[in-house]
């Protein structure tokens, strides 16, 4: 496409993009419910010599709660990579190691350090105080902002790239120079809870909607992946074109342009391939890799599968919005963000296929389903890894009957650890990494998991089809999800969300008996466990027969549909207040040949021990 026809089409994208937003802050009000916006306009350049920048922001911040504003809060992330920070002090001082820090922070020497600096903080032109706390900006503003209106606000910022200890940094262990993560003032996200202003400890994020006009300066050998629509490919003449210029001047300036979006992540390495791949919905997939022998057979493999992988989202949850997606080789392990994802690439084929469907799952749970990470931060990475796992699992042609034995076996290991915190707990507040980790991608898979076992797999596929639907381009919290689930499936849910979330408790059910009584036989089932749920009991009989009995509880006020082959008989419902339950069948006990609860195994039974009983 021409570079004249590219910029066109993107100042339709920035209008349409502008009046979506209009439109959605209309519709929310209408539902009682608002979302702050933020457009940004940054103008950065990059010393590779010593990995400092310097840059300039302008944002126009529109304040669509019905509160008057006094105070905003940035976030200024670099400043947690520096000794005596509070993330520095956390990972030091936690109950367990955190996995995900091969480093002591407070052991660092300056040359791996990191910090942003802000100053010249204006609003509207005018000079407004701040207060630094750590990796929080705390801005006075000078004219208090009023609901439904807009101020601007303006800052020049000065940073220094940390070595490469969390998501972010310089020269990857893998050879990448720049991993550009969190590493501009981000405004914070105020919401019905008031302001997210919660300080850097690694853990994730919540940002505002809005649109980023980035223009990056860096030395000329560097190629660089960023979010959003790169405006000047000829001009740069690298890779996004096939028309290449030959620039003379020592560094070129990349400009791109984000639209909708609650975050723009850049990297940049001297030594990237660039490589394109026309994805579903024409949708260009652009992949930047080390030139590396040993991996770069892996990474043109991949670029059919990220395809696949698109589609599968697309078909499974709803159509991923934007027009281009890129994967980057930097960062640690794998992150998440706005329409891009850093991964390490150094991995077998399999591993780089599951780190990319992971990530770029998180293009519909966070990046368009923008839930609050900070608070729930299951919603993203459970979701992500539920949905991920059943796209590796078809993608590869696994062929794996029950794919998310991991996701229950983790879960399993921390009811039994005795270090398990509700699921609602601050990401912060955690005692145990373990317990956070598992809390967020296990147990918050088991969920989505566990609710196909209670309303039908069906009836799961519909509701995420209908959640991304009605809250794409929003911050959902759990009681929406919920209540999409209650509209499609016609079962109350709350119990399920409250127990789940909210408490530890866990579920286990026996078969405590099997007796005969005047040519009937009673089964009798305990519940051990405090967390109630409908029940699944298969029993088969000895003349190769089987039925199906199914138990609902009174708090779901529905049942669901038969999902197996077999004959469903739907018994009265279990109230949690009674310990027990009794099943008879019309039949002889010697007719019996053994009893299951939940032959699906969906149901997280902590205890499958004395779900069998053979007669």
């Known amino acids: 496409m021409p570079l004249s026809m590219h910029l066109i089409?993107?100042?339709m994208i920035s209008k349409l993009s502008q009046a979506f937003l209009l439109m959605l802050s209309a519709y929310c009000f209408s539902q009682n419910y608002w979302q702050q916006s933020v457009d940004y306009k940054m103008i950065v350049d990059m010393n590779v010599d010593n990995f400092t920048y310097i840059g300039e922001q302008q944002l126009i911040y529109t304040n669509n709660s019905p509160d008057v504003l006094n105070k905003v809060f940035y976030h200024l992330y670099f400043n947690?990579?520096?000794p005596g920070s509070e993330m520095a002090a956390r990972i030091k001082n936690g109950s367990d190691k955190n996995t995900r820090f091969d480093i002591d922070i407070d052991t660092i020497d300056y040359k791996q350090q990191g910090y942003l600096k802000v100053y010249d903080l204006m609003q509207n032109e005018k000079n407004v105080k701040s207060k630094l706390s750590g990796t929080i900006l705390e801005v006075t503003l000078k004219e208090p902002l009023k609901p439904g209106n807009s101020t601007t606000l303006s800052l020049k910022f000065e940073g220094k790239v940390p070595g490469l200890i969390r998501r972010a940094g310089k020269n990857s262990p893998e050879g990448v120079a720049l991993s550009m993560a969190q590493w501009y003032p981000k405004m914070a996200e105020y919401d019905y809870d008031g302001w997210n202003a919660e300080p850097y400890l690694g853990r994730e994020f919540h940002g505002v909607w809005g649109n980023f006009d980035v223009q990056i300066t860096l030395n000329k050998k560097y190629v660089l992946a960023a979010s959003g629509y790169l405006q000047n490919a000829n001009e740069i003449g690298h890779g996004y074109s096939e028309k290449r210029g030959k620039p003379k001047k020592k560094k070129l300036s990349w400009h791109f342009y984000a639209p909708n979006v609650h975050d723009f992540t850049w990297s940049a390495d001297p030594k990237y391939i660039h490589d394109t791949f026309v994805g579903p919905n024409n949708v260009d997939i652009h992949f930047f890799y080390i030139d590396n022998p040993e991996y770069n057979y892996k990474w043109k493999k991949l670029q059919s599968k990220t395809a696949e992988l698109m589609e599968f989202y697309n078909e499974a949850i709803g159509e991923y919005p934007y027009e281009q997606y890129t994967v980057a080789q930097g960062g640690d392990g794998g992150m998440e963000y706005a329409m891009m994802t850093l991964i390490t690439g150094e991995r077998s084929y399999e591993s780089l296929v599951g780190v990319t469907a992971h990530e770029l799952a998180h293009s519909w749970f966070q990046h368009v389903l923008a839930t609050n990470e900070m608070k729930h931060e299951w919603m993203d990475e459970g979701f992500t890894t539920y949905i991920s796992t059943l796209a590796v699992n078809k993608i590869l042609n696994k062929k794996v009957e029950f794919p998310f034995v991991s996701s229950y076996g983790n879960y399993f290991f921390l009811v039994q650890s005795g270090k398990e915190q509700p699921q609602q707990t601050n990401a912060n507040r955690y005692n145990y990494n373990m317990a956070y980790?598992?809390?967020a991608y296990s147990k918050g898979a088991v969920f989505l998991a566990q609710l196909g076992y209670i309303i039908g797999e069906e009836k799961l596929k519909k509701t995420l089809k209908e959640y991304f639907k009605e809250f794409k381009f929003k911050h959902p919290v759990p009681n929406d999800f919920r209540r999409v689930a209650e509209r499609v499936s016609g079962i109350q849910l709350k119990w399920y969300l409250t127990d789940w979330t909210q408490t530890t408790n866990s579920i286990d059910y026996a078969i405590k008996s099997i007796?005969?009584?005047?040519?009937?036989?009673?089964?009798?089932l305990k519940r051990i466990g405090s967390m109630p749920m409908p029940l699944d009991v298969l029993v088969r009989f000895?003349?190769?027969s089987s039925s199906m009995y199914y138990i609902p509880i009174p708090l779901m006020r529905g049942e669901k549909e038969?999902?197996?082959?077999?004959?469903w008989v739907v018994l009265e419902d279990w109230a949690w207040a009674y310990p027990e339950y009794q099943i008879i069948i019309n039949k002889n006990k010697k007719d019996i040949k053994e009893v299951l609860i939940?032959?699906?195994?969906?149901?997280?039974?902590?205890?499958?021990?004395?779900?069998?009983?053979?007669n």
């Open 9 to 11: 089409k993107i100042k």
């Open 80 to 82: 947690a990579f520096k």
């Open 437 to 439: 980790e598992i809390s």
């Open 515 to 524: 007796e005969e009584k005047k040519q009937k036989t009673i089964i009798t």
């Open 542 to 544: 000895k003349d190769d």
């Open 562 to 567: 038969n999902p197996y082959p077999f004959d």
């Open 598 to 614: 939940d032959p699906s195994f969906y149901m997280a039974d902590v205890n499958r021990e004395n779900n069998y009983l053979n």
